[in-house]
């Protein structure tokens, strides 16, 4: 067994050779491999277990990988350990050999450490661990003859008298319980055998759930769990932390000190600047860095200045309308958006340079880690996530704009114009016309416009993403959410649910507690997907326009309104997070070691087939989903044959008022604006959609006129904020009965639906009160 990606299979393969079968563990979809060797008479079967970073089994791979060792009990365990990575991969040694197992460690890589500069004392971490330790390169084969030999040695050697689930002492306090608690155990249960009764006191302080439900069954008069629970109080009003926490840090700090007493580095650790300098002497790095710097630094202190000019001569050229839009507004003041940012990124740099040469920062090794101080730093975390969320909108808005006026003309003049023309020459009888035209060309034309909007935003996320700053993002975030007593590997799926809640919920998967699951799958449709942008753009164009001084910077308006708006779909995942967890999930949390992979240039590839694959997603769903309702509601608009097309007297007029009461004190009290969002449960799109067909304007720019008699700037927020927050579209709800059943689906539906009303309603109640309105 060992980390994901210490060379455990190549272990495994050099062990087996060809005689190895693949199938999967029982009842899970995790894949389990099986093979055998013979040495010395013996035969010995080999199983090549999931990857694991600890032991808690919190995960899927976790558990698996536990109960084999534990309930299994197999001879000989193999930890392979990453000899490059030692410290994470003797954290997951050390509860291995707590567990009692007869462990050999492989320390793998051996090929790796010279490069590496380490110098590691085998034979004395041996001694500490009291396990064989035997040096492998399992790539090439070398040192596996020596394991085979070693793990016959072992096994001969058999179950030794001495307590090896001991190594790890956890300092005075804890010691004293463990060993009481320990004699507790074996005076009131009968164990079976192949438990080590240390680890089962150890694992029931550590409040560890498997091993209680395994307990349960055996502690028939209570004792011992309620003496592990009286343990953990106590304890936890000693350290004032988390009892799980405690003995986390004491295993870490007991490897850590093995690392520094037994591992050399001879290499000099490079500093930033040095590793900076290696990867700016890269022409193409080097000169991106200063290009980006100089036209920054242009765009920061003379930007207008630069448009104003450029226009100008476009103008006198005799440029079209068209290409402006795209040459002036999209490029030129796309580029000013992003490079406005580097001489500021350069200066954080300058200061960490500082830092680190001033030697307050320290330990740090590549240039990746040298990254990760700075963007998961315990104070700077946070505001850099957030400033990087508000850059993200602000660029969508920036570039997006622009290029949405263009999509816009396109549909409706050209498109639209089209349209009209073919019809009214093949003498198409009235309804038809109004069908394509205020039905389909209005309906999805409407939402089509925001296509640019949705590409742009998809395109940040896949640089943020393949980067690898999504990792960090939910790294930082993570620590909030367990600092606040919920599950911290959660985050993760919900910073997917940015894209769309639907990938997102399936993400929890990786959660193995199926209540874990539940919880952030109930939280997870807070997260502001895609669908939602082309409503809150519609709306803060008509109400929001112009620009905000905040802390001395003139901000898009726009761009604040919808930035706000995520993080109230943040701020309410959490609150709904905390309440659930303090009534419907009491007690769950566990941390985890996350792992960050090294910070990547992306590629231009791997970027654009990210964003082509979400931003297709949304144009098909328009093409198909989006169109089918379009119509439904324009058929609904135009009947009972003879009404006028759109009024209060047709089908969905009837539809609107009858429901519109319900909406009113939310300030949408209008019956177009009520059927809306009646329909937007099928799929946030279709509130745009359905507007673009109710208000009968083609465009943005006749619906935002339409709006604007309809809803005042409060109002307006209202409504946003009960667009973000109401029940999950059809296809999430769907997903979400696909993967935890009906009654939770018709809860989330119900649930979410009450708590957009209420923020809805202190939002504009609060507003009309305070004279907002
Ligand atoms: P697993 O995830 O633990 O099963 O790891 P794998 O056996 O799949 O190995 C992960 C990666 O490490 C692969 O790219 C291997 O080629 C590489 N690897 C495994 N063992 C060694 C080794 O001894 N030396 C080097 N240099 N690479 C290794
Ligand atoms: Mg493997």
């Known amino acids: ?50 990857g694991t970073y600890s032991l808690t089994a919190y995960s899927l791979e976790e558990l698996i990988a536990r109960n084999y060792v534990v309930d299994e009990k197999p001879d000989v365990v193999v930890d392979i350990i990453d000899s490059t990575n030692l410290e994470r991969n003797l954290y997951l040694a050390v509860q291995l050999i707590e567990t009692g197992a007869n462990v050999i460690l492989a320390f793998n890589m ?28 399992a790539r090439d084969g070398t040192g596996i003859e020596e394991l085979k030999g070693a793990i016959i040695n072992l096994y001969e050697k058999g179950e030794e008298k001495e307590d090896k689930a001991k190594i790890i002492t956890y300092g005075k306090e804890i010691e004293e319980h463990l060993e009481k608690f320990t004699e507790i155990i074996n005076n009131n249960i009968k164990l079976p055998e192949k438990y080590n009764s240390r680890w089962i006191a150890l694992k029931l302080i550590e409040n560890d759930k498997e091993v209680i439900k395994l307990i349960e069954n055996l502690d028939t008069n209570h004792v011992v769990l309620k003496e592990a629970e009286r343990i953990r109080k106590h304890l936890t009003d000693i350290f004032g932390e988390d009892i799980d926490t405690v003995i986390a840090d004491a295993r870490y700090g007991f490897i850590h000190g093995i690392i520094v007493e037994n591992v050399e580095k001879k290499e000099k650790k490079e500093s930033f600047v040095d590793q900076a300098k290696k990867t700016l002497s890269k022409p193409v790095y080097g000169a991106t860095l200063a290009a ?32 402006m839009l795209i040459l002036v507004d999209t490029i030129v003041v796309g580029i000013g958006a992003i490079t406005i940012y580097i001489p500021f990124v350069v200066l954080i740099f300058l200061i960490y340079a500082l830092l680190e040469s001033s030697r307050m920062i320290k330990g740090a090794d590549t240039l990746s880690d040298h990254l990760d101080r700075i963007t998961t730093n315990r104070a700077l975390g946070i505001p850099i996530f957030l400033l990087l969320m508000f850059i993200t909108f602000n660029l969508t808005f920036e570039i997006g704009a622009p290029l949405s006026d263009v999509t816009d003309w396109f549909i409706v003049d050209v498109i639209g114009g089209a349209v009209e023309g073919i019809l009214t020459s093949a003498n198409a009888p009235d309804w038809l016309l109004s069908l394509a035209l205020d039905g389909i060309v209005a309906g999805v034309g409407s939402v089509l416009v925001f296509v640019p909007f949705i590409f742009m935003i998809f395109l940040i996320i896949a640089i943020l993403e393949d980067t690898g700053y999504l990792a960090r993002a939910a790294f930082v975030m993570d620590k909030v959410m367990h600092k606040i007593g919920l599950h911290g590997k959660s985050f993760i799926p919900m910073l997917l649910g940015f894209g769309c809640n639907v990938p997102a919920i399936m993400a929890t998967r990786v959660l193995e507690n199926e209540r874990d699951r539940i919880l952030t799958i109930l939280i997870n449709p807070f997260m502001s997907c895609g669908a939602r942008l082309p409503v809150y753009i519609l709306f803060t164009a008509a109400f929001f326009t112009g620009t905000t001084m905040v802390f001395g910077f003139s901000l898009n308006t726009e761009t604040i309104v ?43 590839t791997g970027v654009a087939i990210h964003t082509w694959e979400r931003g297709w997603v949304f144009i098909k769903k328009a093409g198909t989903v989006i169109f089918a309702i379009v119509v439904l509601i324009w058929f609904l608009a135009a009947l009972p044959a003879g009404v006028e097309y759109g009024s209060e007297d047709s089908y969905i007029g009837g539809i609107g008022k009858t429901i519109s009461f319900v909406f009113t004190p939310i300030g949408a009290g209008d019956w177009q604006s009520s059927v809306s969002l009646f329909f937007g449960f099928l799929a946030k799109e279709v509130v745009v959609g359905s507007m673009g067909v109710l208000y009968g304007i083609n465009g943005e720019t006749g619906l935002t006129e339409a709006l604007q008699s309809t809803f005042t700037p409060l109002s307006a927020y209202a409504f946003l904020v009960f667009v973000l927050l109401y029940a999950p579209c059809m296809v999430a709800v769907a997903t979400i009965k696909r993967e935890i059943g009906w009654k939770w689906a018709i809860f989330a539906v119900f649930y979410t639906t009450a708590v957009a009303y209420i923020v809805a309603l202190i939002v504009y109640q609060g507003g009309l009160l305070i004279g907002l309105g």
């Open 110 to 137: 051996a090929d790796l450490t010279k490069n590496y500069g380490l110098k590691i004392n085998v034979k004395q971490i041996s001694d500490y661990l009291h396990v064989p330790i035997i040096e492998i390169t």
């Open 562 to 604: 919808i930035y706000s708006l995520y993080l109230l779909g943040i701020s309410v995942a959490i609150i709904m997070g905390l309440i659930f967890k303090n009534t419907l999930f009491k007690g769950l949390s566990s941390p985890f070691v996350m792992e960050l992979p090294p910070y990547r240039m992306p590629t231009l």
């Open 1 to 50: 067994m060992g980390n994901p990606n210490c060379g455990k299979t190549s272990t495994f393969n050099a062990l087996t050779g060809a005689r190895q079968h693949v199938g999967n563990w029982p009842g899970k979809t995790v894949e389990k491999k099986e093979g055998s060797f013979k040495h010395k008479n013996y035969d010995i079967e080999v199983v090549d277990l999931p």
């Open 292 to 323: 980006g710097t100089i036209i920054g630094l242009m765009f920061l202190f003379a930007g207008g200045g630069i448009m104003e000019s450029l226009s100008e001569f476009l103008e006198t050229a005799g440029a079209p309308e068209w290409l």
